[in-house]
Structures are given as C-alpha cells and as structure tokens.
C-alpha cells in the first residue's frame, strides 16, 4: 500500500507560478514513477508528467518547457514546478504511483489549481 498526500494548490493570475508537493508513505520500495495528472471540470484525468525511480521525466505537450517534475528521494516527495501558468492549466491535480511488481496506480485526493485574473 501506497499513501500519497498532496499539497501546494491555490489561485495564481495567469503568468505567475505554483509549486505541488506529493509526499508518498507506506511502501515506498515498490514505487517505480510517480507523476501528475490533472482533471479540469467535464474533463477527463490527463497526463500531465511522470519522472521514474530511474529520474527519467516525460511530459504532456502542453506543459513542456512551462513546468518541471523533480523529487527528493531522502522526503520520498515529488514537486511539480508550475511556471508561466495560464486559464487553461486550471484543474483539480492528482499525483500518481505506479508500483510495477503488482502493477497498480495509486492516487491522492487532488489539489486544486486555479488561474485567474
């Protein structure tokens, strides 16, 4: 079993920048990536990125180059760096972790990330 906690969400104008944190308890060892995914109203959950336990990063077109997926593996936490943020990154934010051994995802309750003017 995996626990993950999210935290970090709020209202930034657009242009301005966020920071998500995701602590990860429980069995760590079992965890092969970790990443981001997001869920706009009407929405489906979308990718949003991914770094492996490797430190291998992928990314969604739309965010590359605006935001950076990174952890700490001493905190077992993963960031996603959120910069030059715009309407249309509004959405709830749900961190992913994937153990592959018996593969299963596992989520956290979801953040909530609003830009607006």
């Known amino acids: 079993q995996v626990q993950l906690v999210e935290s970090g969400g709020g209202l930034v104008q657009p242009g301005g920048s966020l920071r998500l944190s995701c602590a990860a308890s429980g069995s760590i060892s079992e965890i092969n990536a970790m990443g981001w995914y997001r869920q706009a109203p009407g929405e489906p959950r979308d990718f949003v990125a991914t770094i492996t336990s490797g430190g291998n990063t992928n990314y969604a077109h739309s965010v590359k180059g605006r935001f950076t997926i990174s952890r700490d593996s001493a905190k077992n936490t993963v960031y996603l760096q959120m910069n030059s943020l715009k309407p249309e990154d509004t959405a709830v934010y749900y961190c992913?972790?994937?153990?592959?051994?018996?593969?299963?995802?596992?989520w956290g309750q979801g953040t909530q990330v609003t830009v607006s003017s």
């Open positions: 992913n972790a994937f153990t592959a051994t018996i593969p299963y995802d596992y």
